[in-house]
């Protein structure tokens, strides 16, 4: 079956330092997406992608990244994490239709000391 | 802007009660509409979606949504909660009819034997 996986599950980082967190999926899906969760927030966009190469900012892409070098891998990645970056990352991808659902990974569950 | 509503971040019902969950839309052009479900630890599973084929939708695990425009909304429900059915749930409307998705903040259903 196909499916989405992150990597890691759980991230234990320090104020400052470089993270990056995988995505991968196996639906063949053009379009890719990260969303964080934070109580109270729901989920909120993070960057998206359509295809290879092209990437876009979300409603809260200050201090991440993302690239997107082959259809299945779209990871993320925080420049210098920060406390406020602790949350629960999810990446999701679809088919690209307008009412295409979107399909979601486990999530990474990241915190930043 | 497109935007949901759900009202109540926690619902509670006994096993065999009826779950009604709340979410109200705003949309500038005709709304893709969805729930989803959140199981603890997990990422998110489509329950079902509103494309305009059908005011009510018929969903997974027995739940449905009517979609009522003159009331600008979208609500859940199962006319009777099983204990499996406790979890996370969220409403989200399409981004300008595209597969970008704007959550709601989420409701939490407890269920009670």
């Known amino acids: 079956d196909a499916e989405i996986t992150q990597s890691p599950r759980h991230k234990i980082t320090e104020t400052g330092r470089q993270v990056t967190l995988a995505c991968h999926q196996t639906?063949?899906?053009?379009?890719m997406f990260w969303y964080r969760q934070d109580l109270g927030h729901g989920l909120r966009l993070i960057h998206y992608?359509?295809?290879?190469?092209?990437?876009n900012k979300g409603e809260v892409s200050d201090g991440y990244s993302v690239s997107r070098s082959n259809t299945e891998d779209l990871p993320l990645t925080l420049e210098s994490a920060a406390s406020s970056q602790t949350s629960v990352y999810f990446c999701?991808?679809?088919?690209?239709?307008?009412?295409?659902?979107?399909?979601f990974g486990n999530g990474t569950r990241l915190t930043v000391t | 802007a497109q935007s949901v509503t759900q009202l109540g971040s926690h619902v509670s019902v006994s096993e065999g009660a009826l779950v009604l969950l709340r979410c109200n839309y705003s949309s500038s052009v005709p709304p893709y509409l969805f729930w989803y479900v959140q199981y603890p630890n997990q990422g998110l599973q489509l329950l079902l979606k509103?494309?305009?084929?059908?005011?009510l939708v018929k969903g997974i695990n027995g739940f449905e949504a009517e979609f009522k425009k003159s009331e600008t909304s979208f609500h859940l429900t199962k006319p009777s909660a099983h204990m499996s059915d406790a979890a996370e749930y969220f409403c989200?409307?399409?981004?300008?009819?595209?597969?970008?998705?704007?959550f709601g903040t989420g409701t939490r259903l407890q269920v009670f034997p």
């Open positions: 639906w063949n899906h053009n379009n």
């Open positions: 999701a991808s679809s088919a690209g239709q307008k009412n295409s659902p979107l399909h």
């Open positions: 509103y494309t305009s084929a059908a005011t």
């Open positions: 992608s359509y295809g290879v190469q092209d990437t």
């Open positions: 989200a409307v399409s981004d300008q009819g595209t597969d970008k998705l704007i």
